[in-house]
């Protein structure tokens, strides 16, 4: 029934409008480099140089945060791993002292 109204009157869920927000982004932004592309007072030689020169400078940002990236997962991997162990030893450390507590009452008692 909300959605029956809510078609009525416009209305649209956050999650559909938020994509509608990023759609209408990314429309603008291509449309705009078209425009910027087809309009630009340099020849296309000059213009298709400047865009090799950016992608470029972008596929080296993007290598360089792929490694800052990889390294800090790395980092973090290692942490957790020790962490894990940690935790996992210090488990079976209580859990030996529990079994020998009990075996001492058992032995008592026998």
Do not use: C, W
């Amino acid at each position: 029934m909300g959605d029956l109204f809510g078609n009525l009157f416009g209305y649209q869920k956050k999650s559909e409008a938020r994509a509608n927000v990023v759609i209408g982004t990314l429309a603008g932004l291509l449309l705009g480099a078209a425009a910027g592309l087809l309009l630009a007072p340099q020849s296309g030689k000059e213009t298709r140089e400047d865009i090799v020169k950016l992608a470029e400078k972008g596929y080296e940002k993007a290598v360089e945060a792929s490694h800052t990236v990889a390294d800090f997962v790395k980092d973090k991997s290692q942490e957790v791993s020790e962490k894990f162990l940690k935790r996992k030893n210090k488990a079976a450390e209580e859990a030996a002292d529990v079994v020998a507590e009990d075996t001492d009452e058992v032995t008592k008692e026998a």
